[in-house]
């Protein structure tokens, strides 16, 4: 996606009817747009960051709709550019209408509709935004649970970025120290014991550690938890489904089968979104009754290899079965399982949970509802969530791949600190490569290709 500098213009608000509809327009030289669409009295002019109720107008100075304007002057608005924001009644047809009557009085200007992100991504452009606070935006628009949405308010007021700030400037003042010395190697000083570059070094890659531990426990507030619930037939995976989701979402009956493709349901467990995906009863393709069945398998197995946790349903009242025994061995060695005793209401279990070396055993009972709450705990214990005071940063995956980077280029630099001064040059190498990959989390260091595919998810008028 490649953006230019002319004026643009987008419907801001969500598709569909509504009380208000707002179209934006950004750019410079918009005075000729005000005085062809809003009715104001001959000489008159908006006020800066003033709304101003007026009439909108089409060509043959008819009324299109009645509401208010609002003229940021730059660099006081969103994008840093000129603003103008004419907010109407919600109507899609008269809002298509408001907005085509902008582009055609733009025209000499060059007037263009808007791509998606553009207003953030000039916003990002103009210093008005990092880039953390540019993804930020989408995040908290997107955000699923209240959690989400407060940590993406906290990113995009700024302290995921003043974080990863304050870390640039220590690694940038320990590369001072390096490249001073590599420039004057005839003072013969020990530089690491001198500037205790060792001691600075373990500070910053505990500073990294935290705001990776951070970014990673809002990572799940932003992406969720993918589970799935594999068993056999009939042992009870969507009356569990049921009892987590708190709705009748799956079709419960004595017949084994019932279910024959996923059914997917997000529900929240601490504020933590968790999309629960109830699958077909695993066995065999070859024992599949029909083709519709055997379909069904399948996609339970692709489920399976894209989970963020197992739950492995077993029937207690039963005792595994030699196909269950089969079927763990199956299971991505990657991805944590739980095996979950149902139907401890006949089994004489009581409801609890054992941590053994082979995986975690939760009883439960989801006819009675006993020992639900355990297994919320233990989903988000397996997952690696961790309640904690401490804010967190609603990251995306190419801000913990950058962390891990730059850790990883800590680490480097650790193994050539043990060599004393003898590897100086290498020393500060890896230094610059840490600055150079947190630097890419806020955007220093970002190229347009990943600028591009950031702001293409953004919405129209966002």
């Known amino acids: 996606m490649t953006f230019d500098s002319l004026p643009i213009a987008a419907i ?93 009085a733009g025209q000499e200007i060059g007037l263009r509709l808007a791509q998606p992100g553009e207003f953030t991504h000039r916003a990002f452009l103009n210093d008005k935004l990092d880039l953390t606070q540019a993804e930020a935006v989408a995040d908290l628009i997107e955000a699923s649970t209240e959690a989400a949405a407060k940590s993406a308010s ?72 993918n589970i799935v619930l594999a068993g056999q037939p009939n042992v009870g995976k969507s009356s569990l489904l049921n009892v987590l989701a708190g709705s009748e979402v799956a079709i419960v009956t ?78 991505p060695t990657n991805v944590p399982v739980m095996r979950v005793w149902n139907k401890i209401d006949l089994s004489g279990h009581k409801p609890g949970v054992d941590r053994m070396e082979d995986a975690t055993h939760v009883y439960l009972s989801a006819t009675d509802r006993v020992g639900i709450d355990l297994l919320r705990n233990e989903l988000l214990r397996l997952a690696g969530w961790q309640q904690t005071g401490e804010s967190l940063y609603l990251a995306r995956e190419r801000h913990l791949i950058a962390l891990k980077a730059a850790r990883n280029h800590l680490d480097a630099a650790e193994q050539l600190a043990a060599q004393s001064d003898q590897a100086l040059d290498l020393f500060a190498e890896e230094l610059r490569l840490t600055q150079e990959r947190l630097g890419s989390i806020t955007g220093e260091f970002s190229s347009d290709d990943l600028l591009g595919v950031i702001f293409s998810r953004f919405c129209i008028g966002k």
């Open 254 to 331: 004595p017949i084994a089968g019932t279910t024959r493709d996923k059914v997917t349901e997000t529900i929240q467990i601490e504020g933590v979104p968790v999309n629960i995906i109830d699958t077909a009863g695993i066995r065999d393709v070859a024992d599949a009754g029909d083709e519709v069945e055997r379909i069904g398998i399948e996609r339970t197995w692709a489920a399976v290899a894209h989970a963020d946790v197992i739950l492995h349903i077993l029937d207690a009242s039963m005792g595994p079965t030699r196909a269950d025994e089969q079927f763990i061995d199956r299971f």
């Open 154 to 225: 906290q990113s995009l007021s700024g302290v995921f970025s003043k974080a990863i700030h304050d870390l640039v400037a220590q690694v940038i003042h320990l590369r001072m120290l390096v490249e001073a010395t590599l420039d004057f190697p005839e003072e013969e000083i020990d530089f690491l014991e001198k500037s205790d570059a060792r001691g600075q070094l373990v500070r910053i890659r505990a500073v990294l550690t935290q705001i990776f531990n951070q970014a990673a426990q809002g990572a799940m507030l932003r992406d969720g938890l």
């Open 12 to 104: 801001a608000t969500a598709p569909g009817r509504g009380g208000i509809g707002v179209v934006r327009i950004s750019g410079k030289n918009l005075d000729a747009v005000i005085a062809a669409v809003c009715g104001l009295a001959p000489g008159a002019q908006l006020v800066p960051r003033h709304a101003t109720y007026t009439t909108f107008l089409d060509r043959e100075r008819g009324m299109i709709d009645q509401g208010l304007a609002l003229h940021f002057k730059a660099p006081h608005s969103y994008t840093g550019e000129d603003v103008l924001e004419l907010q109407g009644h919600g109507g899609p047809v008269v809002l298509q209408m408001l907005l085509a009557r902008c582009l055609e």
